[in-house]
């Protein structure tokens, strides 16, 4: 099993930026893919973007090109989210989530391993 515990959420001014933590534990070896989605109230969850676990390969939503950036540090078994100049919308439970090779990486069906979610709330 994976244990994924994400950090860094809070609230921030339209134009912001937070940073995202997630950290992973247990057999982490057997991680290929690390991916970020989010979840608004009464909206289904939604991919943000993902990282190769062994490469720096990253794909990110078109809704988030150009603001945002997921990295992955190795040593530390960690995956980031790096959010700039943020909207109200970006308003949500942010997750993340492990998956295996294959999957849809848009797709939340396909990952594994989840996280408990941190807020980001985004308003003045």
């Known amino acids: 099993q994976v244990q994924l515990v994400e950090s860094g959420g809070g609230l921030v001014q339209p134009g912001g930026s937070l940073r995202l933590s997630c950290a992973a534990s247990?057999?982490?070896?057997?991680?290929?893919?690390m991916g970020w989605f989010r979840q608004a109230p009464g909206k289904e969850r939604e991919f943000v973007a993902a990282i190769r676990w062994s490469t720096p390969i990253t794909f990110h939503a078109d809704s988030v090109k150009g603001r945002f950036t997921i990295s992955r540090d190795n040593a530390k078994n960690t995956v980031d989210l790096q959010m700039n100049s943020l909207k109200p919308e970006d308003t949500a439970v942010y997750y993340c989530?492990?998956?295996?090779?294959?999957?849809?990486?848009?797709?939340?069906?396909?990952?594994?391993?989840w996280g408990q979610g941190t807020q980001v709330t985004v308003s003045s």
């Open positions: 247990g057999r982490t070896f057997s991680i290929y893919y």
């Open positions: 989530a492990t998956g295996p090779p294959g999957i849809i990486l848009t797709s939340s069906r396909g990952y594994d391993y």
